[in-house]
């Protein structure tokens, strides 16, 4: 019986004494380094607005004619490229030129015709309102609703990334995907399909790869790389 009490009291002994060992190892050891993920030192894109100074365009100098009959280029900064749209949450890609319905829009170079809206459905207005809507929660205008705003179309790809955009028209003519087009052809009618608030006009946008002619250029500087771009 002692020997068993005594036994006992080995193992009892040794209980608290791994306990009492355990708990201060946990204390004397250090507390863990709080874990964390540092944030991302994400760099400053500088906008390069600088980069794409009236030089880059140079190269587009003169290239175009005039794609409506009897237009002129406009100067009125809302009429250019960049300014604000501020009904979509977005900027002006192209160039407008006011002109009654009907008028003769006209290829501005020879190329290859990119697209023809020959069968086309505008919007309803309330189509319009709900994308408009969110495009202004976005507080950008997506690429599907920037197409639908341009309504009806012709895009003429003239090589090395450069494809011109007219848009709004109210009517295309017979042309084919992949078909060569002279500078001067006929290729659709003013209108103003897609954004009938704006008025008929033709929106005449020249894209640069993926970027839109003008972007980046303010001021003088827009202004005269707009009206150089026309022979
Ligand atoms: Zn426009």
Known sequence: MRTLLAVLCVLLFG???????GSSAEVASPA?????????????????????SAR????????FALPIE???VPSDPDLLPGAPRDYRGGIHEGIDFPAPNGTAVLAAASGTVARVDAS???WTREQQEIALYEALTLGYTPAATLDRIRGR?????HGKGVITRYAHLSAVEPLTVGEKIEAGTLIGEVGSSGYPQGGPHLHF??????DFYGDGLTGDD???AVSRLFR
């Open 15 to 21: 209980v608290v004494a791994v306990t009492a060992s």
């Open 32 to 52: 863990p380094a709080p874990r964390y993920t540092p944030m991302p030192v994400i760099p400053t894109i500088a906008p390069d607005v600088g980069e794409r």
């Open 56 to 63: 880059s365009y140079v190269r587009l100098w003169g290239t």
């Open 70 to 72: 009897g237009g002129e």
């Open 120 to 122: 086309f459905l505008d």
């Open 153 to 157: 179309q012709v895009w003429i790809d």
């Open 205 to 210: 946008e020249v894209r640069v790869g993926d």
């Open 222 to 224: 827009l202004a005269r």
